[in-house]
């Protein structure tokens, strides 16, 4: 039989390994970028042509490389950073595998100028597929320029496999983000379709978080600094105040490199126990500085996994180090005197304003002129649920701020209304347990109606036919008041601006990254907070941006989210009822948007059996 195992060409085996390193532009860039901090880099920009399908342009000025270096680069397994396997675990650069431009070479079209300082020329080379085009002297600054053109050009299936430009682009940001965190001391700057979404002077490292994440963050932050004979820890969190819904600014970096760990997170969160809710998330950037050998961070091609030779040590000093920084907080203010006295202003946040009742919360029109006909039937369906149930007294009982509870209220009574056939007019009253749930009674048991779900399910077709509709009811703002937002943020905002005016709000642009806001929804008249309701929108639209759901429908979640009651609260019998009338009026009312249960049905033969043991 004759010999069947050959050495795969260079080309291919250059695409295999690309399908590990570069998964999508956002891989180029962090590749790119990393490279240039480990060249020496005092000044770093990046140029993004339609979310890095069209270019990826890193520009730096850094140590530059020899013509011989230049031609090198582009080889599998060529690298300046290691020579032997031991250096393995000495490593302190950024790259080490030798990887990364033979596989960006491997699916993109690839242009590389470069010189030394010292030298007088620098060497201009063009590859596209592994194949080298050209390779010729050309005049260029001191530094490296590398230009990334038509991503995945050859492997067709590849590109089709990648996500819209705004879901791409949030990715690009993402890693940006993380470069230029690790590194305060560098000019970063990033430019995407010739606008500048990021302009980051060189400073300290709460100055840099501040610049990345918005002139509002610097209020937020509470330093934290740990030394012992295994690690050295620093950077800031999150005051408890301003934890967010949704994951996205909390960063770890072991030895300048941004990691992910589970693990550590819990830590931190942990330090956190007793001062935030199970359903929000701290801001956090956290550095730790290691004996590299204490680690292996050969784990993964992207490096973002790495393995801690004593895991729960650092666990333990993580966790302490947080919960005694914010200990300190909640007696005095910590002060950074490195900082400018511009970053040290602090403002006390808002004080909360109480819920409405319902009633104000949806218009109480809501549902009623414009009935679809699937709404009409579901009507009718439900009212076939109440039918049959005995009359009995009337014995109501005054409203009180105390919980209703099955144990006190069980046997409070309503009046039959006999001369209406809507299923709205309940033939008994509903009850509520723990300000939680309300439960209903129907002719075969009984609903338990999650009251949270419920509502949400109410705003949410709500909201939606308002945009399909554009329906504006719009509150004016007695006073415009200016929202600032992250650089990264205001693409997002831009982009989805016009749906969010749909639904109640006046916003305008005013120019770099700020709006002003005219007006809200009506029904959102008594908002906490309408910038943090700006920023919810946003955050929530980038969790759920990779769904196949429309951007009219992501944003009708988003506000359904935001609108909604919260899961703890007092109902009145009144307002249970508007609420039972108005889930079972909606086109699905069986389901949240976030595909939670609306309610559950117990009907008598299972509570027979439950007794009957």
Not at 107 to 131: H, N, W, Y
Request: proline fraction near 5%; charged fraction near 25%.
């Amino acid at each position: 039989m004759a010999d069947i195992i050959q050495l795969l060409p260079d080309a291919i085996a250059n695409q295999i390994a690309a399908g590990e390193v570069i998964q999508r532009p956002a891989s180029v860039v962090k590749e790119l970028m990393e490279n240039a901090i480990d060249a020496g880099s005092t000044s770093i920009k990046l140029i993004i042509k339609d979310s890095g399908k069209t270019l990826i342009q890193v520009i730096d000025d850094g140590c530059g490389m020899s013509e011989t270096d230049a031609r090198m680069s582009f080889e599998r397994h060529a690298t300046s950073k290691i020579r032997a396997a031991k250096d393995l675990f000495a490593i302190r650069t950024m790259g080490f595998r030798g990887e990364a431009m033979a596989s960006i070479a491997a699916i993109a079209q690839v242009e590389l100028k470069t010189r030394r300082r010292k030298d007088e020329l620098g060497t201009r080379i063009v590859i596209e597929g592994s194949e080298v085009k050209s390779q010729e002297p050309c005049q260029c600054t001191a530094g490296t320029q590398f230009s990334i053109k038509n991503l995945f050009y050859n492997v067709p299936a590849r590109r089709n496999f990648l996500k819209s430009n705004t879901v791409e682009m949030r990715h690009i940001l993402d890693e940006f983000q993380r470069v230029a965190i690790a590194n305060p001391d560098i000019f970063f700057s990033l430019y995407h379709n010739n606008s500048e979404i990021f302009h980051l002077p060189p400073g300290n490292l709460r100055q840099r978080i501040v610049g990345v994440f918005g002139s509002n963050t610097n209020k937020k932050l509470v330093p934290i600094q740990e030394e012992t004979d295994v690690t050295k820890i620093h950077g800031f969190v999150g005051k408890p105040e301003y934890a967010k819904k949704t994951r996205g600014q909390q960063y770890f970096f072991v030895n300048n490199r941004f990691i992910k760990s589970g693990y550590l997170n819990h830590a931190v969160v942990s330090a956190y126990e007793e001062l935030i809710s199970k359903e929000v998330y701290p801001l956090y950037v956290i550095f730790l500085e290691i004996d590299p050998s204490r680690i292996d961070i050969n784990v993964h091609p992207t490096k973002q996994e790495i393995k801690f030779d004593d895991e729960r040590l650092i666990y333990n000093y993580l966790k302490v180090t947080v919960k005694h920084a914010l200990g300190q907080f909640n007696v005095a203010p910590s002060l950074d005197f490195d900082t400018s006295p511009n970053f040290v202003n602090y403002t006390a946040p808002k004080n909360k304003i109480e819920r409405p009742p319902i009633s104000n919360q949806v218009p109480s029109s809501f549902g009623v002129p414009k009935q679809s006909a699937l709404q009409k039937n579901n009507q009718k369906n439900w009212q076939k649920l109440y039918e049959g149930l005995d009359p009995f007294e009337d014995s109501k009982k005054e409203n009180s701020s105390e919980p209703l509870t099955i144990e006190s209220e069980w046997t409070d009574t309503g009046t039959i209304d006999d001369t209406s056939q809507s299923f709205t007019k309940q033939k008994k009253e509903p009850y509520q347990i723990h300000n939680k749930y309300i439960v209903s009674q129907i002719k075969s048991g009984f609903l338990l109606i999650d009251q949270q779900a419920a509502h949400e399910r109410i705003l949410f077709e709500y909201f939606l036919n308002k945009i399909k509709n554009q329906e504006q009811y719009t509150q004016a703002e007695l006073f415009p008041k200016t929202i600032n937002l992250p650089p990264a943020d205001v693409p997002i905002l831009k982009e989805i601006l016009s749906d969010i005016n749909k639904m109640g709000f006046d916003i305008k642009e005013f120019g770099n990254d700020t709006f002003i806001m005219h007006g809200i929804p009506a029904e959102l008249d008594n908002a906490e907070d309408e910038e943090k309701l700006i920023e919810s929108l946003i955050e929530q639209y980038k969790l759920n941006i990779d769904l196949s759901s429309s951007i009219q429908e992501r944003l009708a979640i988003v506000m359904a989210m935001n609108g909604a009651m919260k899961k703890m609260g007092y109902l009145t019998v009144e307002e249970m009822q508007s609420l039972i009338d108005r889930l079972f009026a909606c086109e699905i009312p069986f389901k949240s948007p976030r595909g939670k249960n609306c309610f559950i049905t117990y009907n008598l033969q299972e509570l027979q059996k439950r007794f009957e043991g």
